[in-house]
């Protein structure tokens, strides 16, 4: 059998599994195990191990002793601090990256891909070296407190730098893009008949958005808040470029337990909780009406 039915009756092509795409599949699969799962597994491997000589790691005692110290009040105020300034980010994110996305999905289509290059432009520089670059605005000499200076808005420089202030700029700063990609994707497939629909049935423009618009582009909503949500969690380097040693992010402390205090169990089961607790998230999500939302309004539209 050479074609098989489609949804209306019109005939599609058998998938063929060819030598390439035999080979494309094993090589897949090759990298997957060997980059993403392996590491996985040998993380949450060292994270039942025991603490042994500085470096190393001794399986001969396994117990879940690291995971009982995550329960300690150090690293629930450092959970705290990074979930509330991570949430933060991926909101002003998402304030921000959803406008932007809608007027860049329906933008016209000679100006569309300038607006892509310029949404792309900043992965063309190295993040940390864009991090250092905010020092030079945030700084008390920096640009901010020189122009509000110079207007006489202020007598002496503002306290910016090393602030959370800083850290929740740099956050949205370097992660926005991760937000804007998604929604303008989710943003794009949205047919401009089922708007015009809503507004032929009396639906105003908020009606249409919030019951139309909306609930079709909750894909793009979720992973562009899981694109921003877990790397703010992650990251060390901004807090540390634009923190110092006042703001203490997950990905901070989970870099000191690696680097410096060679804690290797206790850094591993902090790692481990952070991947679970975002599985457990994105799961909840789609459970409770998240991306069920936006099937849910694709059928009633149909």
Same mark, same amino acid.
């Given at each position: %059998? ?19 795409? =035999?080979?494309?599949? $094993?090589?897949?699969?090759?990298? %997957?195990?060997?980059? +993403?799962?392996?590491?996985? /597994? ?5 994270? =039942? ?8 790691? #001794? ?7 690291? $995971? ?9 105020? !450092? ?8 949430? &933060? ?23 569309? &891909?300038?607006?892509? /290059? ?29 122009? =509000? ?12 730098? $090393?602030? #959370?202030?800083? !850290? ?10 991760? *937000?804007? /990609? ?11 008949? @089922?708007?015009?629909?809503?507004? #032929? ?12 618009? @909306? ?19 992650? *990251?060390?380097?901004?807090? #540390? !470029?634009? &923190? ?27 790692? !481990?909780?952070? *991947?679970?607790? %975002?599985? +457990? ?22």
């Amino acid at each position: %059998m050479n074609a098989a039915p489609g949804r209306r009756g019109r005939a599609r092509p058998a998938f063929r599994l060819t030598p390439f795409r =035999l080979a494309a599949c $094993y090589g897949a699969f090759a990298w %997957m195990i060997l980059l +993403v799962a392996l590491p996985h /597994l040998l993380l949450a491997a060292a994270s =039942l191990a025991a603490r042994g000589d500085p470096g190393y790691l #001794d399986f001969s005692r396994l117990s879940l002793d690291a $995971y009982a110290r995550l329960l300690s009040p150090e690293f629930a105020t !450092v959970f705290a601090s990074s979930t509330a300034l991570a949430g &933060g980010a991926t909101l002003i994110c998402l304030l921000l990256g959803y406008p932007f996305a809608w007027i860049l999905a329906r933008a016209p289509r000679k100006w569309r &891909g300038f607006l892509l /290059l310029l949404t792309i432009l900043p992965f063309w520089t190295n993040s940390l070296i864009r991090t250092y670059a905010l020092i030079a605005l945030l700084g008390a000499k920096g640009l901010i407190n020189a122009a =509000l200076l110079g207007l006489g808005l202020i007598s002496a420089p503002l306290e910016l730098l $090393y602030t #959370d202030f800083a !850290v929740f700029l740099g956050l949205t700063y370097t992660l926005l893009p991760f *937000m804007i /990609l998604p929604l303008y994707g989710s943003i794009e497939k949205l047919d401009p008949r @089922l708007a015009e629909a809503a507004r #032929d049935l009396g639906a105003g423009r908020t009606a249409t958005f919030l019951r139309v618009s @909306l609930p079709l582009t909750l894909p793009g909503v979720a992973a562009g808040c899981m694109f921003v949500f877990l790397p703010a969690m992650g *990251m060390f380097y901004i807090p #540390d !470029v634009l &923190g110092g040693a006042r703001t203490l992010l997950l990905g901070s402390f989970i870099k000191a337990q690696f680097l410096t205090a060679r804690d290797w169990p206790f850094g591993a089961a902090a790692s !481990v909780t952070l *991947m679970l607790l %975002m599985a +457990v998230l994105y799961a909840f999500f789609v459970r409770s009406g998240g991306l069920g939302a936006a099937h849910g309004a694709r059928r009633r539209a149909a």
